[in-house]
Structure formats: structure tokens, C-alpha cells
């Protein structure tokens, strides 16, 4: 009996608030003789108490009830029956905020939105949408850091090949990853807008988009940056599309495969100048000591005990090519990744569970925050040490790119130690600035560039 009364309390609960005219009463009213009828048997038997199986909808508020699957199949009928005569009778709008509880193939025509006209223009927006513009713009200006901060010259062909090849690239390897992901944005909300997701292209239409730009990309690249750039574009695509894509539901390891990814564009710009990645007997690994180091017994002992990095010992000017430099570029780039998406995936934490993305944030936050932390002094390394000893920029870098470093490092500290979400926003922010201020410093402390004797060129052209 107490179950019984249980039932009937929890049935009475759900009534209140309704005006007693409401047309929903009716529907109440019916299913409450249904399941008195039932409740004998349920007090009488072992049988555990039902879970609530559909929800009644007034167009205001849901109201749950505790039915067996006849007795929602005899609602159904009801329903589908009503909604058949109202359509019959031109009024099919009037039920429709009482009967959504069940999805009908009778739904009327008025419902739906039209579907918008398929012209160049949308063509494009969509094309843009799939290759996420914004983050491709950031890839290409990354792969051009390579290309200007290599100390090879390179022609205009070349840097506008670069740029759109590794344009093509990209938008191949984020469309390839929407196209996989399709069921799982559809859960996020922060990704339940991009265009295969609400229909506004076909899954083939955005497969051939991405083959399409999968074969132009490495072409395009092959003909007029190298094989070497070609193979790193080509690999970007499996790696991201591929690899990245698999591991997001499976492992945490695929932030660390993405930091990989987010770093290869650099080096497909310094191989388009014509650059080695890879030390040999023509290009060999050399280091640049600060000015006042190189007649200490440091620079001795490297000079007789380490020869093959004692070209650059005593020289000012940089290396036609040093392999060193784009060791420390890749890891400059892997290394702010962290930075910048950990606060990020912070922030949409709760998508990424309900998606079920295996990410740090996820499973551990407070790891999640250490992570960026552990990298954001990382870069302070990079920066003041390797990126100077590479010969990549002079050593004054070593001393102007402390204050974004600190920036950066404070704001990873505060995450770490509060993990609050106003705090992660504003770490990205900074993580947004970072990454280019430091690229113009390096350009402007590139080793060998005086740009102070640049300007008086043009200066001394303008008085001619």
C-alpha cells in the first residue's frame, strides 16, 4: 500500500499549478483511471517502482508520468489520431504546443525552415566554415614565421605558394575532422551551429570539398615549395584528421598530438626557403654563445672538445643554415599550445563531457591547469636560451621577451592556483597576444637584420 500511495502522491505533485480548464486535465484525468488500474498489480508484485517514461508538454512546463509501455502506445494513437483530424480540419497549429511529446511524419510544412538557396555566396560562407577561417589564418601565419625568419631569401611566387598551399591543407584537414565528428558536435552547444551539423551541406558535398583541397594543398606545394614542404603538409593532414581526430574520445594524449600539429607549419615554411630540418655534413649544427662569452674558456673548451659546434663560436652574422633554428621554432610553437587551449578547453569543459571527449580538463582540471603552467615556463627557456643560441635572433630577445613570458607565466600561475573560469579567459586572451608578439619580436632581433641601417636606406632613397 505505501507503494501505491507513493505513485499517487507523486502523480498529485505534477498537477499543481495547472488551471483546471487547462486541456491538458482531460489528458491527466484519463491517465490517472489508467493507472489506478495498474497500481493493484504494482503493490501486489515485486515488480520496482517505474521510471518516468515520457513527458506531458503545455507549452509552459513538463509534467512526468509513470506509465507502461501499453499505455504510452495507446497515448500515441490518441495523439496521432487527434493531430490527423486537426490537420483535416486546417488547424493543425493549435495542438502543436500540447502533442510535441512524440515526433509524427504528419508534422506540417509550415514548421520547417526553409532551406536557404545553395548560390556562390552561401557556397563559400560554407566552404569557410568547414576549414574554420580563423583558426587557418593562424596556421598560415605561423607557417609564414618560418618563411620570414629564415635566413635564405625566397621569392614572391614561393611565399604565396606556401601560404596557399598550407591554406588548402588546413581547410582539408579541419573539414575531414568535422565531417568525423558530425554526431558528437551535434551535442556541444558551442558546435551545434557549424554546417553539417544543421544540414547545410551534404556529408559528400564536404567530402570532395576536403579531397578536393587534401590533393591541391601538397600540390601546390610540391611544385613550388619542395617535396619536404609537401610532405609536411600532407602529413599535417593525416595527423590532424587521423590520429588527433581518433584519439579525442579515447585518450588525453591527443592535446599533446594537436601541440604537435599546431607546430609543423612553422617548419613548412622554413623548408619552402630551401632550409635543412636535419643537421648533415653540408649543414651542421651550430650554437651562438652570448658576445662576452666568446673568448672565455667556455668557448675554448667547445671549440677543441665539441668541434662540430664551434662554426658559430666566433661569428656575427648568421649561418646560411643551422638546423638548430627550426628545432627551436617547432618547439617555441609546441610548447604555447598548451597555453592557449588548455584555459580554452577549461572554459567549454562541460561540452567536451557531454560530447564525451577524453580531455585533461575533464578528467582532471587541476592537472589541466598545472599542464599549462609546466609549459608557460617552458617558453621562458625557449625564449631566453635556445631561440638565442640557435643563432634564430641575437641574445638582446633573450632579455625583450621576458615581459610577455612574465605575462603569460603569471596569468598560468593564477589559473593554476584559482582554476576559476574569468581567470582561464583572461589566460587565453593573453595566449591570443602572446604567440604574435613574440614572432615580431624575433623578426626584429633576427640575427643579422639591423633595422636601424633599413630605415636609413629608405630615408637616404626618399632625399634621392
Known sequence: MSLRNELKSSLRKTSRGIPRRHPIIHRYDSCIMQLRSRTRTISSTATPFPEPRMRWNDGRRSFPFFTSNQTLTSIKKRQDQQYSDSLQLGKAEQDTQSIDVWPSSAVPTSSYKPVTPFTVGNTLKVYFQLSKARLTTLVVLTAMSGVALSPLPVGVPVLLATAVGTTLCCASANTFNQITEVPFDAQMARTRNRPLVRKAISPLHAACFGVVTGVAGPAILLAYAGPVTAALGLGNIILYAGLYTALKRRSVVNTWVGGIVGAIPPLMG?????????????????????????????????STQLPALSH???????????????????????AWQFPHFNPLSHLVRSSYAQAGYAMLTVIDPKKNALVSLRHSILLVFLSSFLIPLSGLTDWTFAITSLVPNAVLMGWSWKFYRNGTE??????FGH??????????LMMYHKRGMDWTTWFDRQDDKEKE
Open 312 to 334: 658559430g663560436l666566433a661569428t656575427t652574422t648568421p649561418l646560411i643554415d643551422n638546423p638548430l633554428c627550426p628545432l627551436a621554432l617547432f618547439l617555441l610553437h609546441y
Open 431 to 440: 595566449s591570443l597576444l602572446y604567440l604574435p608578439v613574440m614572432l615580431g
Open 422 to 427: 574569468k581567470v582561464a579567459r583572461t589566460l
Open 270 to 302: 622554413w623548408s619552402a626557403c630551401g632550409s635543412s630540418l636535419l643537421p648533415s655534413t653540408t649543414t651542421p649544427m651550430s650554437i651562438y654563445l652570448p658576445p662576452f662569452l666568446n673568448s672565455t674558456d667556455l668557448a675554448t673548451y667547445i
